[in-house]
């Protein structure tokens, strides 16, 4: 593996506090025995011209999906996957107002 396909993981940590986001989402959902589903999430979303960036994250832990005819979206929802994340940043901690959206 050459330099250019291994980034750092400060990259990642800054790429996210420009272009990633965390969120929480709540779906009424009846096969749910509260009739609810949360599904905590971390994501990216780039146009499809930047897919190889996204394929470099993805190849670090996680998947990317086509969002749309000219965006793709890179996506971590599953608690295993979410775990790797939280690792990562309690290594490499944001230092925007993301930070605060990671802590909540």
Known sequence: MNKLNKLDPWFITGFTDAEGCFLVSI????EYRLGWSVSPRYQINLHQ???ALL???KNLVWSIN????ESMKFRVESVKDLAKVLDHFEK????TQKRADYEL
């Open 49 to 51: 011209k930047d897919k």
């Open 27 to 30: 779906i009424k959902d009846k």
């Open 66 to 69: 086509k969002h749309g005819s």
């Open 55 to 57: 394929e470099q994250i």
């Open 92 to 95: 490499y901690p944001l230092i």
